[in-house]
């Protein structure tokens, strides 16, 4: 529904009022556009818009490992068209849909990413940041050895007993049986320390490196600074610039913080067992969903938070859940949270550059308005939220801090569950206006940036 949205504002911003532009432009008196003769077409407009959005939204995205085990016997029909397209909308399309819609919560999983791979580096000798990605994104698969292969125990230094092996037979790698993706705790720390790669080596099983990073990074940074530059020069941005800065400024955390995640490893890194050996989840032990009458509600609340790692059973699982970023404390989801809260909320404020702009309509201005409200207040909810959910139990607390963000709880949360449908429709109407009112620019958003003002002479 949002692509065929996006496709009709698209046509009919271009086939509509865009054509006449150019003659509008002529007759704009040179005084009062301050000597600027250049002008911009709105097609370069709507590409550099749409490259840098689809920068922010696929390419900033570090998914975890997707992992679809190998099958026999599979036709060249499915393995090169079937298998592709039904990953691509299960879920590559899935993370482009969330990063498009709610690029707040893409931040928040950065976050909690990151924190999370930290503490795991100082759990194991020589680990970097990198390495504590590369656990939480699930880069360790369990695979069953077949029952004819041979292998022996995984030699252990501490007295720990273990039912890991090491293939020393020669076998087909497809007989082998994948089980489930592990986490820290299913392993001891001597075989981590055997098996896993070096640093570098761990980059390179991703699809992007710091070169790539960079290239995004300075595309991304010098549209920021056009649409400065044409602030300072007072000429207008339109909707779809104002977006697009919005999108722009949340790539640079995201980025920030998945820095050292490899990006795009599709083929995690094989640890065996035996044939006959079972396998029983290490750690704590996954919640049990409560059975509320609104199961909906209760997906808002645990997923807002970032608690929704907790019901989850990775033994069960083929592959790392989408959003998995390992089980935290509430204190470290509240405070992974607030900040990304925050910066949603300034996300939203920057649609509000547009607050007085010219739109074609008097609805569309009204929807704008509205919808800039809406994407300020909900992530201020959520912050508040977060705030609640990391501090509230804090003992140590003066006691009227302690009661202001226990009441910060309460409300917020009503309000975000009544409210959460109003973000979701904001972000959808900025997105249909920022293309719809294309079809009525101003003449000054065509001319270009003078930028001889911005270099000193005489």
């Known amino acids: 529904m949002l692509i065929l949205l996006l496709g009709y504002a698209i046509t009919h911003s271009v086939h509509g009022e865009a054509g006449p532009i150019p003659a509008s432009i002529e007759s704009c008196d040179v005084a009062s556009c301050d000597g600027l003769n250049s002008q911009r077409s709105i097609w370069s407009i709507i590409w550099s818009c749409l490259s840098t959005i689809f920068l922010c939204t696929w390419v900033a995205v570090h ?3 997707h992992f679809r085990p190998e099958k026999r016997s599979q036709g060249w029909l499915e393995k090169w068209l079937w298998d592709p397209l039904h990953d691509f909308v299960t879920y590559k399309l899935v993370l482009f849909l969330w990063a498009l819609l709610v690029p707040e919560y893409i931040l928040a999983w950065a976050v909690r ?8 580096s100082k759990e194991v000798p020589e680990w970097t940041r990198t390495h504590g990605f590369f656990m939480i994104m699930g880069g360790f698969h369990l695979f069953r050895l077949p029952a004819d ?13 273990s039912d890991f092996v090491i293939s020393t037979g020669l076998h ?37 490196d710091a070169l790539t990073k960079i290239i995004v990074l300075v595309q991304t940074l010098w549209f920021v600074i056009q649409c400065i530059a044409r602030g300072t020069q007072r000429l207008p941005l339109t909707e779809l610039e104002v977006v697009t800065l919005a999108y722009a400024m949340l790539n640079f955390f995201i980025y920030a913080f998945w820095w050292d995640k490899p990006r795009n490893v599709e083929c995690p890194i094989r640890v065996y067992k035996a044939s006959a050996a079972s396998h029983k989840e290490s750690g704590k032990s996954a919640d049990i969903w409560h059975d509320w009458s609104l199961p909906w509600l209760e997906n808002i609340i645990y997923y807002t ?10 033994s069960e699982r083929p592959s790392i859940p989408m959003f998995w970023s390992g089980r935290m404390a509430d204190r470290d989801l509240g405070l992974a949270g607030l900040g990304p809260s925050i910066l949603g909320a300034a996300f939203g404020a920057i649609h509000c550059i547009a607050w007085s702009s010219e739109f074609p309509s008097r609805a569309e201005l009204v929807i704008w308005r509205v919808s800039c409200v809406g994407m300020i207040v909900v992530p201020f909810l959520v912050a ?20 202001l963000l226990l009441a910060s709880l309460l409300i917020g949360v009503p ?15 900025t997105l249909v206006i920022a293309f719809s009112s294309l079809r009525s620019l101003p003449p000054a958003a065509f001319m270009t940036v003078d930028w001889t003002n911005f270099i000193p002479h005489i």
């Open 384 to 403: 508040m939220v977060c705030a609640g959910w990391a501090n509230g139990r804090d003992g140590t607390l003066p006691l009227w801090f302690q009661f």
């Open 415 to 429: 309000l975000l569950i009544l409210s959460a449908w109003l973000y979701l429709a904001g972000r959808i109407a």
């Open 172 to 208: 087909l790698r497809r007989d082998e049986i994948p089980v489930c993706p592990l986490k820290l705790e299913d392993f001891p720390v001597d075989i981590l320390k055997g098996i896993t790669p070096g640093e570098t080596e761990l980059k390179d099983k991703g699809k992007s």
């Open 305 to 314: 938070t970032g608690r929704q790692d907790r019901f989850v059973t990775v």
């Open 149 to 161: 292969a041979r292998s022996t125990p995984f030699p252990l230094k501490s007295s720990e007993s």
């Open 63 to 65: 998914p975890n490992v």
């Open 113 to 120: 990413q990151y924190v999370k791979a930290g503490a795991i």
